[in-house]
């Protein structure tokens, strides 16, 4: 077989077979193939697209490039989920403790943040001593003990996906969906779980801006689930604006576990009930939707849930004591106000200008290396829909320096306020089986 005749064919729009997709991600692993080959391959998928098939294949190629998280030694049926990114976004952590107090046994493997979005273990980590890295005795028995464990991803998973990433990355062939789905499934499929429920954002602060693109991903994704044996559902979120009012990481801990003493923030709750609803579904725990939320809901209001989140906390060395009182949280120096200037209704608010604008303030990382300050981050007052008066707050800065006027500047970019009433945007668009 050779690398050439495979360029040309896909070039030429015709179906890649089972081998050749299998050779292709072999050899080039092996570097038998140069990344000129491997660069061209992906621009002709990049303009000629992959069938369902093909995307299934290369995902599972990606899959057997590295390690397979094995995890039969867990009781029950493993579902995980995970989010395409987004600014806010803290519902791992009221999902996976809720969907733990329901029985459900959650293994989960998260990713740290780069750029304008944060990550789930730079934000757990904001709790003292709490574990990232378990030995994998720990994790699997943590898991079946406390029905919940969060943990680092690990080096060896979908390598080729890492290699392609890479090289995607430096020749514009990253915005395809056909290889954003298998790059996303491959470290899912290879991250053990039995079913999946995707989490797509769709807005400015996604990924995805338009709900047409966020759709065909969400679709794209199913069906790679589906066809590689694991029931996936995907549902289609809203990103035009930040989820809850916090974003950082100990303020996002903070909001977090308020949602699970059973405050209520709308759309976090909203989408937190939402996602759990299908894991539990998919795990055959409730078999209704409506029977998913109320049961959900009452895992809320009776104190179970929080009760799930404490013990894993506990089980992977973190101070508890900071959930019963969240202001032992780490917290920033200085509380600076951002203030409206002029009078309306909030229209918009551009979830990536306030994820870059936690990132200057230190809450996020601009390079690999940079070092995350768990005490800063933004509480925003304001959100879509609300009524603002001139000068009215619309937005706190936490952060550990004085002078931080171009945080400001950022901020007040971000919210559009206009004379009109606003809609706010609902927050499940649509769910995708
Ligand atoms: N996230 C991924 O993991 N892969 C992509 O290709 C794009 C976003």
New binding site residues.
């Given amino acids: 077989m050779r690398m050439v005749d495979i360029i040309a064919k896909k070039r030429n729009n015709e179906e890649l077979t089972k081998e050749e997709i299998e050779f292709f991600i072999k050899d080039y692993m092996s570097e038998k193939i140069p990344d000129y080959q491997v660069s061209a391959l992906m621009m002709a998928i990049y303009y000629q697209g992959m069938t369902s098939s093909e995307t299934a294949i290369l995902t599972q190629a990606m899959v057997e490039s590295g390690d397979q998280i094995d995890l039969s030694s867990i009781k029950g049926h493993k579902v995980d989920k995970h989010s395409?990114g987004g600014v806010g976004d803290k519902t791992t952590f009221i999902v996976a403790p809720l969907v733990a107090a329901a029985g459900i046994p959650v293994a989960k493997m998260s990713g740290r943040g780069l750029g304008h979005t944060g990550g789930t273990i730079d934000k757990l980590e904001a709790i003292p001593g709490f574990r990232v890295e378990l030995t994998n005795d720990e994790f699997l028995s943590t898991v079946n003990e406390h029905k919940l464990a969060v943990v680092g991803q690990t080096g060896n998973l979908a390598p080729a996906?890492k290699k392609l990433?890479a090289l995607?990355d430096v020749t514009a062939t990253?915005d395809s969906i056909p290889?954003?789905a298998s790059?996303?499934m491959s470290?899912k499929i290879a991250s053990g779980a039995d079913s999946i429920v995707l989490d797509v954002k769709t807005g400015s602060g996604a990924?995805m801006k338009t709900l047409e693109d966020s759709k065909a991903l969400a679709h794209e994704m199913v069906s790679i689930g589906n066809n590689l044996g694991r029931n996936t559902v995907a549902v289609i979120s809203d990103m035009n604006q930040p989820l809850g009012y916090e974003i950082g990481n100990a303020n996002e801990i903070k909001e977090a576990v308020e949602v699970l003493q059973g405050k209520k923030v709308n759309d976090l709750r909203t989408l937190g009930l939402e996602l759990s609803a299908h894991m539990t579904i998919l795990a055959g725990i409730y078999s209704t939707y409506e029977e998913a939320i109320k049961a959900l809901e009452e895992l809320i209001d009776n104190g179970s849930a929080l009760e799930a989140f404490k013990g894993f906390i506990k089980a992977q060395g973190g101070d508890i004591s900071v959930i019963d009182d969240l202001s032992k949280l780490p917290q920033a120096n200085f509380e600076i106000e951002v203030k409206a200037k002029s009078t309306g209704f909030v229209h918009e608010i551009d979830a990536e200008s306030v994820g870059v604008a936690a990132m200057y303030l230190g809450a996020g990382r601009a390079t690999k290396d940079d070092q995350i300050n768990h005490s800063v981050g933004i509480t925003l007052t304001k959100k879509i829909g609300d009524k603002v008066e001139d000068g009215e707050v619309i937005a706190i800065l936490h952060a550990d320096k004085e002078d931080v006027t171009d945080v400001v500047d950022k901020m007040l970019q971000a919210y559009t306020i206009e004379d009109k009433q606003a809609v706010p945007n609902k927050m499940i668009y649509e769910v995708i089986r």
């Fill in positions: 395409t996906d990433y995607r990253v290889l954003i790059s996303i470290k990924f």
